[in-house]
């Protein structure tokens, strides 16, 4: 019986870790498997801003699962998250009344929020430039992570309190239902049986289930970020996101202005070209991390957007950020590019082949937020029990 669970999560990226917390909270036998000897995905390629604010009203209420999440296991085991909350910086009038609408939004939906002046901006953000600067939209209840430690420190949690069964270096060639149960195989010919497998595993699945991954919408996205040296005595709290930021996200889309915002922008400007908005986040060893841009492929053809890192994205993301802030340095110690699935035509991708496989991905850049609320509803709905207000 040693191999055989309840169920089985084939990824432990984020979206696939809380899965298997959620199953584990449910009383479940879980066994959670990852190819690589430790993940390095999507899950640790990004910001780690934990932003609900950022997000249409359907995932918002994801997100502030989410953050409900995120605290609780902080309160009893340390891994990397950071109550600083997020702000929204507008550059002009248009940005502006875009905040004010939003927090009427999220006033109705009691999501804290409060407006800040160009001056309150200009106190609590050193180096923010006041040239830039006319107003703020702060949500205090927001969280930072360590993206490239926060999902080692998870699974360790879910491992040691919760005695998660967790086996990485564990490539799946194979998953198929075999009577009652589901035969996972690895590559090393070791075999594992569950009720029931959900496939957590990126763009991946695609080797797995060749003709769903063929006939699905999904398309990839690659960002560019980079990392300044660490800052001297210089404190740059939470999540900074900008006027950019303001006109990009989904939440925005649901402000009455938002169309005629849209309408006035340029289609010929780099910005739009490359997808780039700028945003700012302190890491705790004091450097920066800003970014980003926006490429797209199908998925069928990822390797069109090359193995490179643009340097004329980078300068150009750069030459804007020094337009918002003036850090003590700018000089940059770290360059890379994350790379995630998402549909064209939903939120996220979900496909039940039988009864008891289940594929979830193409989540997008909604991941670090979204996931942990996500899949608490997703394994409610999987192991009938009882859903979160939705």
Known sequence: MENKYDVIIVGGGIVGTFHAYHAQEMGLKVCLVEKDAYPQGATTQNFGQVVPSGMNTK?????RESLGIYKEIQSQFDISIRKNGT????????????????????????YPSQMLTKKECLDRYPGLKKEYVKAGLFFPEE???????????????????????????????????????VEVKSATGQSLWAKKV??????DFKNLFPEAFANSDLEVSKLQMMQTKPQANFELKGSILTGWSIRRYEAFHECPSYAKVKQNEPEDSLQKKWGVHILFKQAVDGSVILGDSHQY?????????GYD????????????????????????????????????NGDVFLKTLGENIHIVTGIGGKGMTGSAGFAKQHCATLFNMHKINS
Not at 87 to 110: F, G, K, M, P, T
Not at 198 to 203: F, R, T, Y
Request: charged content about 25%.
């Open 59 to 63: 995932w918002q209420k994801y997100g």
């Open 87 to 110: 702000v929204y910086l507008a550059s002009n009038e248009e940005e502006e009344q875009l905040l004010v609408e939003l927090r009427a939004i999220n006033n109705s939906n009691d």
């Open 143 to 181: 969280v930072t992570v360590e993206p490239r430690t926060m999902i080692h420190r998870l699974q360790d949690y879910l491992r040691e309190a919760k005695g998660l069964s967790l086996k990485m270096g564990f490539t799946v060639i194979s998953c198929e239902q075999n009577g009652e149960w």
């Open 198 to 203: 959900i496939v957590c595993n990126g763009n």
């Open 297 to 305: 492929a199908d998925v069928a053809q990822i390797e069109d957007l």
């Open 309 to 344: 890192l643009d340097m004329d994205i980078d300068h150009f993301m750069l030459e804007e950020a020094k337009k918002i802030f003036d850090l003590p340095t700018y000089q940059i110690q770290r360059r890379w590019y994350g790379m995630y699935s998402q549909c064209k």
